[in-house]
């Protein structure tokens, strides 16, 4: 009897975890598109392109960044303000334009802690992009580039207009206070990831970077261009379900920004965490793609063809949403070529990504006036490349 009753606790509860982590939605719709004949091939066509194409040049782009950056020192931003404003706002653009939210989570706790002006919260959320930019620096380096240098350049004047006109503790909080997020510490999911990884890593990045120069690969022979497609859509697909189990993903938050990893993380594990995220977010913009425009008949190259001035103030209301996921999805459709520089660039400004998580946490008046700041130049630069055809 007690066998039995701890066998319907057992399953009560995994019913309850199923249905209350929302992240195992994707994976599941995976693979009901992979059991409907209609839509198997396309989906094995999406979740290779998205390994190839994005997730092993995500993962190689994040060992390099995280390596360099450990030997970068972190400056105080009370230090500099205290020398010039210029410089404080300045060196918190350029923490903001850095891949990821932890430099623009770095100004928003300092300004929680009275160490830095509300013009420097301003500038940092106008200039960073968040995970988007791993996805940019890693598919067309190039425009991710230029992108950190449009970035760091609009959060520089947008924080100096704002420091001139409101004192540079506005906003701030009466009590310092600060920030941290509760600490994953390698859930099982992700420590058996790490020895897949591994051996997949150098071998999947020499096929990504053969796929890159546009190399027809049935050269090879059909059986080996169907091979490498089912092991990148196999790699996908595991990728997706690690992120699925990762999290509880219960909550709009964890959802949409990356998990909080151990403190100090290898950079393995860091990299992983966030590949798996940005992985798990450009799988599902894939997928929407395929599923409007094979399915349904939806041609959005045609839609944003045909209301392309939309295309910048569509760009900038996703980038009000908090976290990094909605905006990777905007990155996606850039790449694929669906929506213009101009759009991309409007996002690019106007998201905050997971650093407004702490800044609505901590000093919401300050976030909510910060978010709408960053949208009135992510509008101009929007509207402004759109004139000019970009």
Known sequence: MLSLTQTRYSTHKARCYITDNKRLFLPLLLLISLAIPASREFTLQALSDAFFQVSVFVAATLLIYYYLID???????????????????????ILGALPGCGGAIIVVTQFTKKQASFGSV??????????????????RPLDG???????????????????????????????????????????????????????????????????????????????????????????????????????KGSSYKQLTSEEAPCNPPSKLTKVLMDTHFVTAWVVASFMLFEVLVNLLGVDLKAWFSEYAYLAPLVAVAI????????????????????????????????????????????????????????????????????????
């Open 122 to 139: 301003v500038a940092v959320l106008t200039a960073t992009m968040g995970d988007a930019a791993f996805l940019l620096l890693a598919t």
């Open 145 to 247: 580039l230029l992108m950190m240098v449009i970035g760091v350049s609009v959060g520089v004047i947008s924080g100096q207009v704002v420091n001139t006109f409101h004192k540079s503790d506005k906003f701030q909080p009466t009590q310092a206070s600060d920030f941290s997020e509760q600490p994953q510490c390698q859930p099982k999911a992700l420590i058996f990831s790490r020895p897949v990884w591994k051996f997949a890593l150098m071998p999947s990045l020499i096929v990504a970077i053969v796929i890159a120069t546009n190399t027809d690969l049935s050269v090879f022979g059909n059986v080996i261009n169907h091979g490498i497609t089912l092991f990148g859509s196999i790699m996908a697909l595991f990728t997706v379900v690690v992120w699925a189990l990762s999290s």
């Open 71 to 93: 030997r970068l020192p972190q400056l105080q931003l009370s230090y500099l303000r205290a020398k010039s404003g210029i410089l404080e706002i300045g060196f918190a653009s």
């Open 319 to 390: 980038g009000l949403l908090p976290g990094c996921g909605p905006q990777i999805v905007v990155m996606t459709l850039y790449i694929q070529g669906i929506i213009p520089f101009s759009a991309m660039a409007a996002n690019a400004i106007s998201n905050d990504g997971d650093a407004l998580f702490p800044a609505i946490a901590l000093a919401p008046k300050a976030a909510l006036m910060a978010t709408v700041y960053s949208t009135i130049p992510a509008l101009l630069l929007g509207y402004g490349l759109y004139y000019y055809g970009l």
